[in-house]
């Protein structure tokens, strides 16, 4: 079986969020799985990867009509991890200095050139996927164009496309000019998108789509709501039979208190005493004392947005403000959140403190020495710090939505407990998590009973690996 993976993002290449852990794992998961598969991976060329780095040598040029005039499309080729990987660059591409721009239209060029470049290019190598399987509404557009092209294209009469939803909300900028500039057709009547919805790039990646998964069970059931559809939910209710939600994995070797060199010491389930020298190192690294008597150290590490219920943490901490527990908080984000988190460490000077920038060491430090983990978001398509959290032995204290409802069971109605679950993502449900949260720890016991419940689950990729394959075979069955 072909499979071609176009994406914005693969770690080690270029990573922003959980979308660049995915598309950097899941592609070589699949391969362990099955040797016999071709299974390539695209990528554009960000001005700031080093294509040498990764001993990417040019491969081809390739043109994409425009109304401006043709633009030309450079493509470099290398091999990683026995995977090949393509990367392209052209004019669209060096126009935004990062991996995503600040503004949606300058964005949208560039997704859209690079979404149409990944198709001229296996045109180019007369190589047929059978699955084309594209992510987020970057990759969208080239579902919509391969879907319009396969009418007449016999070349495309076979591949079908996947699409994965990583994160509904971020849909591209809704832009006619952009497909007419491009020459792809607007929507067709039936596509059933809501007017507003008809020249945005993942909705009408989602019309066209062979098939749709999203990254956790329990979010492809919310978007079919008002609550989390964002508008959408009646057109993905006229998909649902195409609609599948698989749960990510997590890269195990990536993250394993056994063997991460960021730590002071390193440790396992059967060894969770030495994790203390961890929390012990951590406190020193941020400057907070040392309790008297034990208190337990919350964590909250990752992008400060409305999604992460950042907010919902500052205020559950205020509200607990006379129990006896200490905090750090690291991430960066939307300057708003930025300055409450400044707010709360000058308010409680000897218990908060809130890192504002991105630190993978100190992440690292925090998972390993955090007694708990608060991730009170919002919506969550999968999430991954809860996984990682649970690996290192610090208890999720999570909101009961998306990927973390999949991924996190609940003190007080599970006996396989492994963390602790807020109904919705407030304050008051947030801290009074906490509270069941600080009444466990209390008793040493049953805490490491539960930390050590969280580190024996199987958050491997072969699971999720296994799923996509399934339903891959079943796609190519698909008329
Ligand atoms: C997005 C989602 C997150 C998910 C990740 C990878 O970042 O917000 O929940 O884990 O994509 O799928």
Redesign the pocket.
């Known amino acids: 079986m072909n499979i071609l993976f176009v994406a914005a993002e693969a770690a080690p290449f270029a990573k922003v969020?959980?979308?660049g852990?995915?598309v950097g794992a899941l592609p070589w998961a699949l391969k362990a799985e099955h040797p016999a598969w071709d299974i390539r991976l695209v990528l554009p060329l960000h001005p700031q990867m080093n294509g040498r780095r990764w001993g990417a040598r040019p491969l081809t040029a390739v043109t994409i009509a425009h109304r401006n005039g043709p633009i030309t499309a450079e493509i470099y080729h290398t091999t990683h991890r026995g995977l090949p990987v393509y990367f392209i660059t052209g004019e669209p591409v060096l126009a935004v200095s990062g991996v995503y721009s600040a503004d949606p239209h300058t964005d949208a060029v560039k997704y859209a050139f690079f979404s149409l470049a990944a198709l001229a290019l296996v045109r180019f190598l007369g190589w047929k996927p059978d699955v084309f399987h594209a992510h987020d509404w970057h990759t969208a557009l080239a579902v919509y164009a391969l879907a319009a092209r396969r009418e007449r294209d016999p070349f495309f009469a076979s591949t079908r496309t996947l699409l994965t939803v990583?994160?509904l909300p971020y849909m591209g900028a809704a832009s006619p000019w952009l497909l007419e500039a491009f020459g792809l057709p607007p929507a067709p009547p039936e596509s059933g998108l809501p007017p507003w919805a008809q020249a945005m790039p993942l909705p009408l990646g989602l019309a066209a789509a062979d098939a749709i998964t999203t990254?956790s069970p329990t979010y492809a059931r919310e978007i079919l709501t008002p609550a989390f559809g964002r508008g959408l939910e009646g057109f993905l209710q006229t998909r649902r039979d195409r609609l599948w939600g698989i749960l990510?994995g997590l890269d195990t070797d990536l993250w394993n208190p056994a063997t991460d060199m960021a730590l002071d010491v390193r440790y396992t389930a059967a060894t969770l005493g030495l994790r203390e020298r961890n929390a012990a190192a951590l406190r020193r690294e941020v400057g907070l004392p040392t309790p008297q008597s034990p208190a337990p150290l919350v964590g909250m590490v990752g992008r400060l947005t409305e999604?992460k219920g950042v907010d919902v943490a500052v205020e559950a901490l205020r509200l607990l403000a006379g129990f006896p527990w200490q905090a750090v908080l690291l991430g960066t984000g939307e300057p708003s959140l930025e300055e409450a988190l400044r707010r709360l460490q000058a308010d409680f000077p000897g218990r908060v403190r809130a890192v504002l920038r991105y630190d993978d060491v100190l992440a690292r430090h925090i998972y390993a020495g955090a007694d708990l983990l608060m991730l009170p978001s919002r919506y969550?398509?999968?999430?991954?710090a809860q996984m990682i959290a649970m690996r290192y032995g610090a208890v999720p204290v999570a909101a009961e939505t998306?990927?973390l409802a999949d991924t996190v069971r609940d003190a007080d109605l599970s006996r396989r407990s492994t963390g602790f679950l807020l109904p919705e993502a407030t304050p008051k449900a947030l801290a009074f998590a906490l509270r069941r949260a600080f009444a466990f720890f209390a008793d040493r016991r049953r805490w490491q009973a539960l930390q050590r419940r969280g580190m024996a689950e199987d958050f491997s990729w072969e699971r999720p690996a296994r799923a996509y394959a399934r339903l891959y075979r079943r796609l190519l069955n698909f008329v």
């Open positions: 969020g959980g979308l852990d995915v990583h994160n990254v990510n999604q969550e398509p999968c999430g991954l998306g990927g």
